[in-house]
């Protein structure tokens, strides 16, 4: 599955282990630390493509530096 795939390439790339939690309705979040890095809550987004979500993570990543 997608999911999988994606959260072995988050550890692989970042270190960091991700927890999958299941959801419904199209709605997809990232969170890293309990702070929401990526969200299509209310936006009526697409669910994001892999690399659009490592930016988001790099992003964070960079704002915690």
């Known amino acids: 599955p997608k ?3 994606l959260a072995a390439r988050i550890e ?3 270190g960091i282990t991700p927890e999958l939690i299941g959801g419904g309705g199209g709605i997809y979040e990232l969170s ?3 702070g929401v890095v990526f ?3 209310g936006s009526g987004r697409h ?3 892999d690399e659009e979500l ?3 993570i790099r992003r964070h990543e ?4």
């Open 3 to 5: 999911a999988s795939s």
């Open 12 to 14: 692989a790339e970042f």
């Open 32 to 34: 890293i630390n309990d």
């Open 39 to 41: 969200s299509n809550r």
């Open 47 to 49: 669910i994001p493509g």
């Open 54 to 56: 490592f930016r988001e």
């Open 62 to 65: 960079a704002e915690l530096s």
